[in-house]
Structure formats: C-alpha cells, structure tokens
C-alpha cells in the first residue's frame, strides 16, 4: 500500500529552511522579475493557479485570475539566503529562463541547463510553503534545501526535465502548480519516499522528481514522455523548443498520473 509522505507542523519555519538562520524574511515564491516578462494588460488571463486538493487527491482545482504572475510571497528564508546566493541564482538564470518562458530558440550548453534545473528545483522547493499555513505536507525533506544552498544544485536522487507549453487562454501568462508525493515499499527494505512537482510559467513547463533516500529512481511519464526532456543531470547542447509540446490536459494527466495513486496527495 502506498502512503502520503507527510511531517507535519503547527507553524511555517521560525528559521530559513536553507541554512537555519534567523531572521526569516518574506520571499517571492515565484521572482518579481517575471512581471516584466509577462506584463499585465487588460482583459488578459495572467495566472492560472492549478492544483490538487490535499484532502481530494482526485479533484483537481483551477483558478483563473487577472492577477500578476508574481504576487505571493513565503516567510521561510533569512535576509543573507534572499540577498546571497538566491539572488545571484536569479540573475545567471535570467538569461536563459527568459527566452524559454516566451517560447522563443535558444541553444543551452550542458552548464546553462543547470542553471536553468536550479533555477526550477529552488522554486519547486519554494512553492511548498505557498498557501501552507497551519498543518502541512512537507514533501521534499529539508535537507535537501541544505544541499541546494551549499551545492547550488539539485539534491541527489534529483532530476529535473523541461517540456514547450502551448494554451489558448490569452497571452501566455500562467502558472500552475501542483506537487504529489508516495511512498513505494521495497520488499522489506526502508521504504523510499518519492516527490513530484509540476510548475508552469509561461510557455515553460518544469517538472521536478526525487526522493528523500538520494537515489537514483526511475519515474515512469506514462504518456507525457515524449514531451519531457531532461536538463538534470544535464546532457548535451539542447535546442530549445524541443520534442512535443504540452498544453493543460496534459497537466491533467499528470496530476491524474500521480494524484490518483493509492496514498498519494498534493
């Protein structure tokens, strides 16, 4: 039987989630700086908040707003962790980011794919605590906010894929967001605890995997495999768009994929 992965908490973080220290103060969950990618304008529909309710794995919510894509702020990291190596982790994945998020070609070497798989893995850890006051499902151990700080990249166990997002809903300013979590018995061995975590932002989907054990597992995309491509751990020169693009049923099949399990959530 497959279980939630679940530690939960009567309060958010007194301390930041990435290094222990204190104060904590207010974060972007998702950057400001996509605002002036994805302008607002009237009469358009700039987010899009779609996710899985935790009592109701199976029930998918989607909201749509005229609201600016970056509006929601998380009270769990410290001012060195907001203004250090966060801030400079913006700033290299900028460039790269920026072209992806409109839909535009680029080329990306094997080190700006990892840039752009920090880049994801940091604001999927983020998007954790958005809209989780109270008790929560703590997916992705905290350790593994430790590693990303100290290694400025992905934890092991990791991987990180990317996929060209396609809607008809207006201008191409959407987010949606939803995690899931399970856990998988091994034949009497410790049970590995799995994460996955989908966040769309404008005609970028990423998709985040892993484990709280750091190893190597495999995840099965079912039929949104072809649309995926892996940038961590990264490979070869990547030319952007790639593959199939992906557009909302299939964010529903992921959440249907992974929500719809026996004892996961999100």
Not at 23 to 37: G, M
Not at 156 to 171: I, L
Request: aromatic share 8%.
């Amino acid at each position: 039987m497959l279980k939630l992965l679940a530690v939960d908490s009567n309060a958010m973080p007194r301390v930041c989630v990435f290094c222990g220290g204190t104060p904590i103060h207010k974060e972007d969950a998702i950057p400001r700086w996509l605002n002036k990618v994805f302008p607002l304008a009237e009469g358009g529909v700039h987010r899009v908040d779609h996710r899985v309710k935790p009592q109701a794995p199976r029930v998918q919510v989607r909201q749509w707003g005229n609201r600016r894509i970056a509006a929601a702020r998380v009270g769990v990291t410290c001012g060195p962790c907001n203004n250090g190596w966060m801030s400079r982790l913006e700033e290299e994945a900028q460039p790269f980011l920026r072209p992806m998020l409109l839909g535009q070609t680029q080329t990306l070497a094997s080190e700006h794919q990892e840039i752009v798989a920090t880049w994801a893995f940091k604001t999927a850890l983020m998007l954790q605590f958005l809209g989780r006051s109270g008790p929560k499902s703590q997916l992705v151990p905290l350790e593994q906010y430790v590693y990303l700080k100290e290694n400025a990249k992905p934890a092991p166990g990791a991987t990180v894929w990317v996929a060209p997002f396609v809607h008809g809903q207006g201008p191409a300013n959407i987010v949606s967001f939803a995690d899931h979590a399970l856990t998988t018995p091994r034949n009497g061995t410790p049970r590995i605890d799995l994460y996955a975590i989908c966040c769309v932002i404008g005609n970028l989907a990423m998709f985040v995997f892993g484990n709280d054990k750091g190893l190597d597992a495999e995840f099965d995309h079912g039929l949104i495999a072809d649309c995926l491509t892996r940038v961590w751990p990264a490979g070869p020169l990547l030319d952007w768009p790639t593959g199939v693009a992906l557009d909302i049923g299939g964010l529903d099949y992921f959440n249907e994929r992974y929500g719809s399990l026996p004892g996961a959530s999100g």
